[in-house]
């Protein structure tokens, strides 16, 4: 039977992080780059008495100073989700859970999976025996999880099933040794044929 495809992950995510680490980085160049310009001139400025241009120029000395201390922590925080998440990915069939997450390529049958939740950083986190594996930066995480919990859901409502007919085997194979034993000791006088028909309907549910 050919494996077919429920859901996969989407990269929107992933996208505006990069986004953002983009904007990041340009608003940290552009600073640098302004400041070494501006110490450049004021280095240059000892012949010259133009103190107004002087004075912006340590203006704007300050401002790139405090956009390249407020700006590079999160430009590097920025940088460190997006190389952690940039490879995540997951689908899901219904035969198996597969997918990338942090180097490594994923393969889960869906008999292997235990429990599903959610993590931080837009995250599934789907339980095996082995432990949990992570997928971060998806973008359409409650679709997947969603997914997951009904194939869970549904393998759950099918084994309930199936192990219903085999214990129903099981009371009757029970229920007919006791009559047996029942039937025997009526044989042998030892009980009444009342006390063998009141047995009979207790054990037969009548």
């Given amino acids: 039977m050919e494996e077919r495809k429920i859901v996969e992950s989407n990269y929107s995510y992933q996208k505006k992080i990069k986004k953002t680490l983009l904007v990041f980085i340009i608003i940290v160049i552009t600073a640098l780059i302004v400041l070494?310009?501006?110490n450049a001139s004021l280095n240059n400025m000892y012949e010259t008495y133009d103190f107004e241009f002087e004075d912006i120029c340590r203006i704007l000395q300050s401002i790139c100073g405090y956009v390249l201390l407020l700006g590079t922590?999160?430009?590097?925080?920025?940088l460190i989700i997006y190389l952690y998440i940039r490879d995540n990915q997951i689908v899901v069939t219904d035969k198996r859970v597969y997918g990338k997450t942090i180097g490594k390529q994923i393969d889960l049958p869906l008999d292997s999976i235990s429990a599903v939740g959610t993590s931080w950083l837009k995250g599934i986190a789907v339980g095996t025996s082995s432990g949990r594996i992570k997928f971060l930066g998806i973008s359409n995480r409650?679709?997947?999880y969603e997914a997951i919990k009904k194939i869970l859901a549904d393998r759950q409502s099918k084994d309930v099933k199936v192990s219903a007919p085999i214990t129903n085997i099981t009371q009757a194979q029970?229920?007919?040794e006791e009559l047996k034993k029942f039937k025997e000791l009526l044989d042998s006088g030892i009980i009444t044929q009342e006390e063998f028909d009141a047995k009979k309907k207790q054990l037969l549910g009548l």
């Fill in 73 to 78: 922590p999160p430009m590097i925080v920025y």
């Fill in 36 to 38: 070494l310009c501006v």
């Fill in 142 to 144: 409650n679709e997947i």
């Fill in 174 to 176: 029970s229920s007919a």
